[in-house]
Each structure stands twice: as structure tokens, then as C-alpha cells.
């Protein structure tokens, strides 16, 4: 267990580690980050930063002699950088970045534990696009294996059409068959070193444009009854990656039960309504995982609760919500504004 005063790493300099510090120093902890050069926020709220990049390894040796442990905020993280940092110092274990990501892997290892993702098809030529439309069919999804988020690196695929007047990037891809949906929702999970797994409620999560636009409690019928199966797969994930911290794993809620969609080894932005609406926010509960803290509890305590992520030039108009009650503004103090950029978020309460 990690002493008041002691140093926490952060790999990353978005807002989640932003967030993560602001947690570490709540319990009593001073944060330092790593990341490349660029707009990294998490440097307001962190007594250092390492502005290098990924792969110069003394500088990462460097920033791991300052850190008593170390995690991360961004699931891209190379696993090489991450593998620089001594085994019972980095929570979770690189194992869990190396699992997620890459899609074509990450699949295999959820469907290995008896989980049900998308019907799906490695795609390494033109030709195996053709073959798995023929076989999987039309409407589906290319997507990068390796480096999409919030909806970067895929491919809405209609027809045979849009398959042939696609470029295809010289990078490994996937397929995925088009699942019809009842809605959307994610499990978050937090565990301990001593292996405890604790779970918040299930939000329904809405998209615009392949970016969360909303998450909100209560979830409704169709998600309520597929939770305790999907959280089912979830510990099983974490149990067999060994994690240690907050775990994602998001899924369609289908007429057939839970489908997986994919998973986040990390905080998420699903889970940004913890900071008001549970007794403990997943920043709070991952800061305790990595220290090896009891957890603490991950009971919702308001009726409902509504996270809207604010998104590009809206964050200038902050005032559209500070008039309203039980409202909560994030602002995570990005320089540029630009269409489609996360600036921050803001959750409504209702008691």
C-alpha cells in the first residue's frame, strides 16, 4: 500500500489523467505524467511532466525512477513504453494493453471466456473484404485493428460499392457484420491487488458521430436484463488479465442478449458520471486500486443522472448549464477548440 505523499505516474497527458490526479491528490498523493509534446492538460494538475517521446526509454526510466507506481490514461500507449516500467510498479500490467489493442486479438481472447462479440473477419487484402461481405453481409464496419477511438479508423461499408471505391489504409483491418440493437451500454469495473471487483450501474450510452454524446442512469428495461450477463464476461476479463483498476467493456443490449462491442483497459467517458453520481467516481476507485487502497463504494446516489459530453465550440457557452440545478461542469482546459474535440463534460443530478 502506497503512503500518504508518495508518487503516482501517469502515461498520458489527456483529461482522463487529468482527472485521475485530481483523485490521487484527494487521497493524499502527488502525480507526475508522461506523454509526447502537445495540448497535455493533465500538466495543470500534475507536479511534473515528462514531455518525451513514447519510445525514448531513458526518459522513461527516468520518469519511473521519480514514481512509486505507475498507470495509464490512454489505451494506445505503446505496450514497448509500458513494458520499460518494472512489473510491480505499473497497474494494470501491460498485458491488458497488449489484449486491447488490437481488435482482431481482443475478440478472440473475449470470445475465448465464452463471449459473444460481432461476427467479424480479418481483412488483410481487397479480396478478404470481398469474400467476408459475401459472407458476412452488407451494411458492416471496417475498422482499423490498431489506434481508432471515438469513431476514428472505420468505415461504414453499404454495399459492395462502398467496398470498392474504398482506399484501403496499408494497415491490418477487421470487418464487422452489422448488429441490430436494442441500445447501448457499458460495464465498468474496478478491481483491487487483493483481486475484488466492485461494479457501477450500467448507463444507456447514446453516439453522434461515433462519439458518446450521452450516458444515463436509469438505463432502462432492455439493458437491466442483460447487466448481470454481460458483468459475468467482464469479471471474467479482468480475472484473467489479472487487472488491477478500472476496466471498460461495452455491449450492444440485442434481442439475443448482451453482443460485445469492445473494451477500454482504463477509465472511460461513460464513467464520468461517477464524479457526482456515485459514492465513489472510477478516478477515485482506480487512484485506490493502484495504491492498493480498499476500494471504495460504487453505489449510484441520485434518482437519475445525465453525463452530456460537451464537445468542440459548445465549451464557450458553459453558462447554458451553470444556471441549471444539480449540474456539474467539466471544463478540461484544452487550448484549441476544434470541431468534434471532447472539451469537456457536464452531469445533471436529480435526487
Known sequence: MLKRGRTIGILGGGQLGRMMAVSAAQLGYRCIAYAPEGDNVVSDVCDDIFTNKWDDAAAVAAFAAQCDAVTWEFENVPVATAALIPDDRIFPHPRALETAQDRLNEKRFVEGLGGRPAAYARIDSRADLEAAIDTLGAPGILKTRRDGYDGKGQWRIGSDRDAQGLNLLDMPLIYEAFVEFEAEFSVILVRGQDGE???????????????????????????????????????????????????????????????????????????????????????????????????????????????????????????????????????????????????????????
Open 197 to 351: 471487483i466492485r461494479f457501477w450501474d450500467s448507463t444507456r450510452n447514446s453516439h453522434d458521430h461515433g462519439i458518446l454524446a450521452t450516458s444515463s442512469l436509469p438505463a432502462g428495461e432492455a439493458i437491466a436484463a442483460q447487466v448481470d450477463e454481460a458483468r459475468e464476461l467482464a469479471r471474467q476479463v479482468a480475472d484473467a488479465l489479472r487487472y488491477v483498476g478500472v476496466l471498460t467493456l461495452e455491449f450492444f443490449a440485442t434481442r439475443n442478449g448482451p453482443v460485445f462491442n469492445e473494451m477500454a483497459p482504463r477509465v472511460h467517458n461513460s464513467g464520468h458520471w461517477t464524479i457526482e453520481g456515485a459514492a465513489t467516481s472510477q478516478f477515485e476507485n482506480h487512484i485506490r486500486a493502484v495504491a492498493g487502497l480498499p476500494l471504495g463504494s460504487t453505489a449510484t446516489v441520485a434518482r437519475s443522472v445525465t453525463m452530456t459530453n460537451i464537445i468542440g465550440s459548445d465549451i464557450l457557452e458553459t453558462e447554458q448549464w451553470l444556471g441549471q440545478p444539480d449540474t456539474h461542469l467539466h471544463d478540461y482546459g484544452k487550448a484549441e477548440v476544434r470541431d468534434g474535440r471532447k472539451m469537456g463534460h457536464v452531469t445533471k443530478l436529480e435526487r
